[in-house]
């Protein structure tokens, strides 16, 4: 069973950059989407962004557009989402999911993903 790892999470003020991983330990991440979603307090879990397994196609949601990244490393297995341009209302715990077919949904709230991983708790105050 994949299991998805997430780290880079942490404390950062207004304004600033974090970089999220996603990785899985002993299993290969090529053939799989990979998607990034957040959880904020008292708030339904959404899509943050998307890509491929070729990374051809990349999605992101409107609110972090211009500001996030996804990409991924083949040589070290695992995705990442850097964060730049941090808010207050990114507050969230992050988390990376992973899709078999190898998709990344054109609209970013469709939920494809057979695999999630348990989070990483980013937190943006000054």
């Known amino acids: 069973q994949l299991q998805l790892v997430e780290s880079g999470g942490g404390l950062v003020q207004p304004g600033g950059s974090l970089r999220l991983s996603c990785a899985a330990p002993?299993?290969?991440?090529?053939?799989?989407?990979i998607g990034w979603w957040r959880q904020a307090p008292g708030k339904e879990r959404e899509g943050v962004a998307c890509i491929s397994s070729s990374s051809a196609s990349k999605n992101y949601a409107d609110s972090v557009k211009g500001r996030f990244t996804i990409s991924r490393d083949s040589t070290k297995n695992t995705v990442y989402l850097q964060m730049d341009s941090l808010k207050p209302e990114d507050t969230a715990v992050y988390y990376c999911?992973?899709?078999?077919?190898?998709?990344?949904?054109?609209?970013?709230?469709?939920?494809?993903?057979?695999?999630w991983g348990q989070g990483t708790q980013v937190t943006v105050s000054s």
């Open positions: 002993g299993f290969s991440l090529d053939s799989y989407g």
């Open positions: 999911a992973a899709e078999r077919l190898g998709g990344c949904p054109r609209s970013i709230t469709i939920q494809p993903y057979d695999f």
